[in-house]
């Protein structure tokens, strides 16, 4: 048990993120395979935390960015099946060995040392292979010679092509059509030859959700699993999982025409209590958020004053009745009534000039995670 020393904490509802795939699944149905996005350490729910109660509704693989994500889960939980979508650079592949991690590719050359490594262990490495489709991020262009290169990927012993894919830059829809079926035409062109993928996909979150005749035959949704939607309009059930709050460290009795904080760039303009929150950029809050950002307490609205420091800021409490020191202050809330009408995800995002996976994203280590 990680032991609780710190009141600024994450506290996330595993069974919010359980429920939320099951509406995913129940969207894609039966025969397309899961394949759910827990890298950025779980979109800042803490891969670790979150990684067990996602394995219960049975994904194909857990998907994460980098292999040092994938290194970090497979010391946890030896058994889970782990797919990393960058790209690993050469050096590092005996750990992919090492770990058995399943690894995206677009070079031969790199396969074939991959398959050596694999070979010299004993053991088969699972790839997937990226297709470019116009995102000019991974991957190699369709070609009539990258079709012979990714063919010959096939026969590397000591590898399984287990899967291609590509990513939608989602641009509108006739630019998602015109990838989608370079990509389709791609797989054709190589299955013709006799080589078949288990796994063929190119579904985010959005697409999952927005355009089921994206899903081919597995899915990677990241930010829908969390109750991020695409907007606030969007009609998908999912709900945020995640809370963030703190409690008051201290309370100050300021004049009017007080500043607070650095350069006292906040000046109380009537006499007030101010509130120390122990919670600053450090933890994943927007710095810029300066005279935009509130925090609830005591069930009222209280605005953040002065500027965001590293660990610390500093709210304008003066209306909150009977307001003492440890009370409980709801930094980011989950839209339920519990959190009292708290910031959500997609507010601070819009307040802070920013989308929701970077708000979530940018969560360090130090807030403390708490499930439930
Ligand atoms: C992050 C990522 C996803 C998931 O994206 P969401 O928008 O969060 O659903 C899927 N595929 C790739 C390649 C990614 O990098």
């Known amino acids: 048990m990680v032991r609780t020393l710190r009141d600024t904490q994450l506290v996330i509802n595993l069974n ?5 795939i099951e509406i995913v699944k129940d969207i894609i149905g039966p025969d397309v395979a899961f394949m759910p996005v827990i890298k950025a350490n779980g979109y800042g729910h803490g891969a670790l935390g979150i990684a067990p109660a996602i394995m219960e509704t049975k994904p194909a693989y857990l998907a994460v960015a980098t292999l040092s994500e994938a290194v970090e889960l497979k010391e946890a ?14 050096k590092y592949l005996p750990y992919v060995v090492e770990y058995g991690i399943a690894i995206t590719v677009f070079e031969l ?25 116009g995102f000019h991020r991974l991957g190699k262009t369709p070609s009539p010679a990258y079709a012979d290169e990714v063919c010959a990927m096939f026969d590397v012993d000591g590898v399984y092509v287990e899967g291609i894919f590509s990513h939608l830059a989602l641009t509108n829809e006739e ?21 078949d993928f288990k796994y063929k996909h190119i579904a985010d979150s959005i697409a999952t959700v927005d ?5 081919m035959n597995m899915v990677r949704p990241g930010a829908i699993i969390y109750g991020m939607k695409r907007n606030e309009a969007a009609t998908v059930p999912v709900e945020p999982a995640l809370v963030f709050k703190t409690a008051i460290s201290q309370l100050h009795e300021i004049k009017a025409g007080e500043g607070v904080s650095y350069d006292y760039l906040w000046k109380a303009e009537r006499d007030s209590i101010v509130a120390t929150l122990p919670f600053g950029y450090a933890d994943g809050y927007p710095r810029n958020l300066r005279d935009k950002g509130y925090v609830i307490i005591g069930g009222m609205k209280c605005p953040i004053v002065g500027v965001i420091c590293m660990d610390q800021c500093i709210a304008d409490v003066t209306d909150v009745p009977n307001v003492e020191a440890g009370m409980e202050a709801i930094i980011y809330g ?29 969560f360090l280590e130090r807030p403390q995670r708490v499930y439930i």
């Open 334 to 362: 989950d839209g339920s009534e519990a959190s009292q009408g708290a910031m959500t995800i997609a507010e601070a995002a819009s307040l802070a000039g920013s989308n929701k996976n970077e708000i979530i994203a940018r």
């Open 77 to 90: 939980y030896p058994d889970y099946p782990v797919f990393v979508m960058g790209h690993t650079p050469d």
């Open 175 to 195: 630019e998602n059509d015109r990838q989608y079926d370079m990509f389709c035409d791609f797989i054709e062109e190589i299955e013709q030859r006799g080589y």
């Open 211 to 215: 355009y089921p005749q994206y899903h």
């Open 109 to 133: 050359k790199q396969v074939e040392l991959l398959g050596r490594l694999a070979c010299d262990a004993g053991k088969t490495v699972t790839v997937h292979v990226k297709v470019d489709t």
């Open 16 to 20: 919010k993120i359980k429920k939320n």
